[in-house]
């Protein structure tokens, strides 16, 4: 009997979760519907009370809401705390926008390790534009951006770049790109390197196994030559 009343409130229990789960997408799908209306006062009454029980994409588009002064007025800073509070729940899109906050000084100082952290958690969940963004600054040379991104490059290098293999006997890696530029090592035939992005005839890369940034000629890796 206690054995058959249990099933009875398990089952109860999770009819409820789901009726609930159904309930709250259903509410954020009409704060949606009212923000696509133009009727952002509505969505914002509608999204308040789900972001503050931790629906994190709720979290998230109040978070615009205050960015844009879409409904009421601008106010940076607690966009950014509506993102970070998506941020902290796995938000990808929050992450990508407090690295961009961080970046270029929007609602906070500058700060540009906070912004390389942010772009790496949003990279690490796939958003393209937080790679993007990662890229552009690895072929700046930026070493807090090297440094930010190491864990990427010796976990899941392939997120960053193609994998690729050193097609001739001896090929020398550089410092900048430029063949007048410091020797750092010299690869052997095989080696493999994470080809991060390109500048003229030049190629910014990883070497994997020696852990180590480069810059290499075009011809001397394999898909290039």
């Known amino acids: 009997m206690r054995l058959f009343v249990a099933f009875c ?17 259903l509410d954020f799908d009409r704060g949606v519907t009212a923000a696509e209306e133009g009727n952002y006062a509505e969505a914002y ?11 994190a994409e709720a979290q998230y588009r109040l978070g615009w809401l205050y960015a844009k002064g879409l ?27 407090l690295g ?22 949003s990279a690490k969940l796939g958003y393209e534009d937080a790679l993007d963004i990662l890229h552009g600054m690895l072929l700046q040379n930026d070493e807090e951006v090297a440094s930010g991104v190491i864990d990427i490059l010796n976990n899941n290098p392939q ?18 790109a430029s063949k007048d530029a410091q020797l750092i090592k010299t690869l052997s035939k095989g080696d493999k390197l994470v080809v991060l992005g390109g500048e003229d005839k030049w190629l910014r890369i990883w070497m994997i196994e020696q852990q180590q940034f480069g810059w290499i000629f075009k011809p001397l890796v394999s898909g290039y030559d």
């Open 71 to 97: 409904g009421l007025s601008v106010n940076e800073v607690t966009a950014l705390q509506w993102w970070d509070k998506a941020a902290k729940l796995g938000h990808a899109d929050a992450m990508f926008r």
């Open 159 to 176: 997120m960053l770049g193609e994998i690729r293999e050193i097609a001739v006997p001896r090929a020398n890696i550089r410092k900048q």
């Open 9 to 25: 409130l398990l089952g109860w229990s999770c009819a409820f979760a789901q009726s609930y789960q159904q309930s709250v997408q």
């Open 100 to 121: 961009w906050a961080f970046e270029h000084g929007e609602g906070t100082d500058k700060d540009v390790r906070r912004a390389i952290d942010y772009y790496t958690a």
């Open 45 to 55: 009454c509608i999204w308040k009370p789900l972001a503050e029980h931790g629906h």
